[in-house]
């Protein structure tokens, strides 16, 4: 059957690239389930379009994979916040990240960061792409990835400024 | 954010992945839902086909409780309450109001078009604060579409520290057919404006099915009812509530003589952890406003004056 052979070609174009992009998608959601979740969805988008691809279908993979959470992880965010507020009865824990340290709480920190800023830091910070090759994957404006990222630096910043009373390493004190 | 920090969040991400790998058989498993994918299309073309059928015959349809039916007689079902809530709707320009009561407050939910707003009052009780649990009265917060400079975007207003935080307006409507949905029906949440399109989504994808009829203030309505879903939550929510699923279960009620929905069953129940099992639970009962200036401008998140913005989530630092 042809969605067979689809799947076999699949299998063998995710044998050399599958780890690589399920810590993107991890790094994505913040969490492996949900990054599982992610991942499984840009694979059966890129199914859908199998045919349509002469060679290396990664270009595709790695746009749908940051597309799909840029979109669709905003909502997810939200819901999750609500639904910690309808949690009235739970206290919030005394210092939730005390035991962490600073580098996994700058990832903490970024995954409170909006999607679409999150997806530009992980590509420019985790892929190390350069801000046209970030927009060529995003298929957006160079603008709008510089100023997302940005936004998105400042957020962190913003975000770290909290920690900066408690954890002085963030000043450039670290050991 | 200097080089430094940078250089930090770079190390960071490397240990947070560290550890991950991609679990076997991805592949095949993008195959199996790459066929669900294409079945759904084909059904729902099969209710689409149904629901003309049905109407171009004056099809009518008896009760149906959870286990019947055939598939024949549930699409004949769907297709009918669709097409009325369709001819419900087609006319007319309402404004969707939903009330919520429950142990820790109620909620009020409003919708026009692309708009929404949900309210939410605190019974004094207890809430979250920025100074930890402390006892609310009143308006607790209040989230969702806001006109700020022309422009809508998203408000969140917390009443408990007179703070307020905007953002871009994400995607508003949720697929029918998903955890979100299922998600957003177990919670005060409207995840829809556009009622038509969502019951015939999630009936026809199979998410949700008629159930039979309910009586509701004297109205027998048709009842409909989502399949339940279980996720797992994520590893920060779940350190937070010291839990490690929840599970949404909802049910939608429509009056058969306006077609319209007017009462929503929702519960979210979080287990699995330390802190045993929590369930949340809502009816919410539903009106429809005319569109007239005063009740359009209910659905807009106001700013009240003299609260301080705040560059984050308000209230959740």
């Known amino acids: 059957m042809a969605d067979d052979r689809a799947v076999g070609e699949l299998e063998r174009f995710l044998a050399e690239r599958a780890d690589r992009l399920m810590r993107t998608a991890v790094l994505l959601t913040g969490s492996r389930e949900a990054g599982q979740d992610l991942l ?31 979109d669709g992880f905003r909502r997810q965010g939200r819901l999750q916040r609500k639904l910690l507020l309808l949690r009235a009865a739970a206290p919030p824990p005394a210092d939730p990240i005390a035991e ?7 990832v903490r920190l970024l995954l409170q960061l909006p999607p679409r800023q999150r997806a530009v830091l992980v590509l420019r910070y985790w892929e190390q792409l350069t801000e046209a090759e970030t927009a060529a994957v995003l298929g957006w404006p160079e603008g709008t990835v510089k100023s997302a990222a940005s936004r998105g630096l400042r957020r962190l910043r913003e975000l770290s400024d909290g920690w900066q009373n408690t954890e002085p390493q963030l000043n450039g004190e670290r050991a | 954010m200097n080089t430094d920090v940078e250089e930090l969040l770079r190390d960071g991400m490397e240990r947070f992945t560290a550890e991950v790998h991609a679990p076997a058989g991805l592949a095949g498993r993008a195959g199996r839902l790459h066929r669900l994918h294409r079945r759904r299309l084909a059904a729902r073309a099969t209710v689409a086909c149904g629901a003309a059928a049905a109407i171009a015959a004056g099809v009518s349809f ?77 308006p607790y917060w209040d989230q969702g579409t806001a006109l700020v400079g022309g422009k809508l975007v998203y408000a969140y207003v917390t009443y408990f520290d007179h703070r307020y935080s905007l953002s871009p307006l994400g995607p508003q409507e949720t697929s029918a057919c998903g955890k979100d949905a299922a998600l957003s029906m177990g ?14 989504a999630t009936l026809a994808c199979g998410d949700a099915s008629v159930t039979g009829h309910v009586w509701v203030d004297g109205v027998e309505t048709t009842k409909i009812t989502g399949k339940p879903l279980t996720v797992k939550l994520s590893a920060g929510y779940s350190k937070v509530v010291k839990e490690k699923f929840a599970t949404a279960r909802w049910a939608l009620y429509v009056n058969p003589t306006t ?17 045993g099992t929590f369930t949340s639970s809502f009816v919410t009962n539903v009106r429809w406003l005319p569109p007239t200036r005063a009740n359009i401008a209910q659905t807009l998140v106001p700013i009240p004056p003299g609260f301080h913005r705040f560059y984050g989530l308000a209230g959740n630092q």
């Not at chain 2, 077609?259 to 802190?275: C, I, K, N, Q, W």
């Open chain 1, 40 to 70: 499984q969805t840009a694979l059966e988008r890129l199914l859908r379009h199998w045919r349509r691809f002469d060679g290396d279908p990664e270009g595709y993979l790695r746009r749908t994979l940051y597309n799909l959470a840029a």
């Open chain 2, 187 to 200: 919670a005060p949440v409207i995840p829809t404006t556009h009622w038509t399109a969502f019951i015939d």
């Open chain 2, 62 to 138: 008896a009760a149906t409780d959870g286990s019947a039916g055939s598939g024949a007689a549930q699409a004949r079902t769907a297709a009918y309450v669709t097409k009325r809530v369709e001819n419900a709707l087609a006319g007319e320009n309402l404004v969707f109001v939903g009330r919520s009561d429950s142990k820790m407050g109620d909620y009020v939910t409003w919708a026009y078009g692309p708009q929404n707003r949900w309210e939410a009052f605190s019974n004094g009780e207890s809430a979250i604060t920025t100074g930890g649990i402390q006892p609310v009265k009143g």
């Open chain 2, 259 to 275: 077609y319209l929905p007017v009462r929503m069953y929702g519960s979210t129940e979080t287990f699995g952890g330390s802190a």
């Open chain 1, 100 to 106: 962490v340290d600073l580098r996994d709480a700058l």
